[in-house]
T-cell receptor
Framework: GAVVSQHPSWVICKSGTSVKIECRSLDFQATTMFWYRQFPKQSLMLMAT?????????EQGVEKDKFLINHASLTLSTLTVTSAHPEDSSFYIC??????????????FGPGTRLTVL | GENVEQHPSTLSVQEGDSAVIKCTYSDSASNYFPWYKQELGKGPQLIIDIRSNVGEKKDQRIAVTLNKTAKHFSLHITETQPEDSAVYFC???????????FGTGTKLQVIP
């Protein structure tokens, strides 16, 4: 299957600072990527859909100015958590659809990034 | 919007036994139903998926069934092994580039 990577795998930052998380599709080009947030022992909640060359589409309740998404190329999307606070601590996971092959519905997930805000 | 319910939330089975996880969905427009396995501290991994024009799909020890009329689908794992222990998520989507909605997850523990 398709491979999606994330960097960093974990990050610890001080409250008030900004953190950037990268999501890359390694062996395919992804016009659309997705960003999810997952709290401990909970399900994945879609935050936004990242579209290459255009603005991201945010889910209801997700602050656009706090979670900045940039999809500058067909293989890279970034999520920047601005002015992070302890309540932003979570597991952030990206996914991408592989346009090759039979199924374009399938989402392939990255390994996730654990963010801890002190 | 779509609402996906998943049961049970936790499931313990003896090694070699079968495990069944059930999900229901609300949106009749959904026609794509993937299942993901998530190990601790890792991203979800697709293990099997099914579309609404198919009632059942198998891949070795894993099978998924779909009842579109009743809006429910199930994951069946046979001959469970300790490495099957993980959290399993069902999901539903209308397909294409539309949103995928996840269930609440089932923590499966396979006891050696």
């Amino acid at each position: 299957g398709a491979v999606v990577s994330q960097h960093p795998s974990w990050v610890i930052c001080k409250s008030g600072t900004s953190v950037k998380i990268e999501c890359r599709s390694l062996d395919f080009q992804a016009t659309t990527m997705f960003w999810y947030r997952q709290f401990p022992k909970q399900s994945l909640m879609l935050m936004a859909t990242s579209n290459e060359g255009s603005k991201a589409t945010y889910e209801q309740g997700v602050e656009k100015d706090k979670f900045l998404i940039n999809h500058a190329s067909l293989t890279l999307s970034t999520l920047t958590v601005t002015s992070a606070h302890p309540e932003d601590s979570s597991f952030y996971i990206c996914s991408a659809r592989d346009p090759r092959g039979v199924s374009t519905d399938t989402q392939y997930f990255g390994p996730g990034t654990r963010l801890t805000v002190l | 919007g779509e609402n996906v319910e998943q049961h049970p939330s936790t499931l313990s089975v003896q090694e070699g036994d079968s495990a069944v996880i059930k999900c229901t969905y609300s949106d009749s427009a959904s026609n794509y139903f993937p299942w993901y396995k998530q190990e601790l501290g890792k991203g979800p991994q697709l293990i099997i998926d099914i579309r609404s024009n198919v009632g059942e799909k198998k891949d070795q020890r894993i099978a998924v069934t779909l009842n579109k009329t009743a809006k429910h689908f199930s994951l069946h794992i046979t001959e469970t092994q300790p490495e099957d222990s993980a959290v399993y998520f069902c999901a539903a989507s209308p397909g294409g580039y539309q949103k995928v909605t996840f269930g609440t997850g089932t923590k499966l523990q396979v006891i050696p």
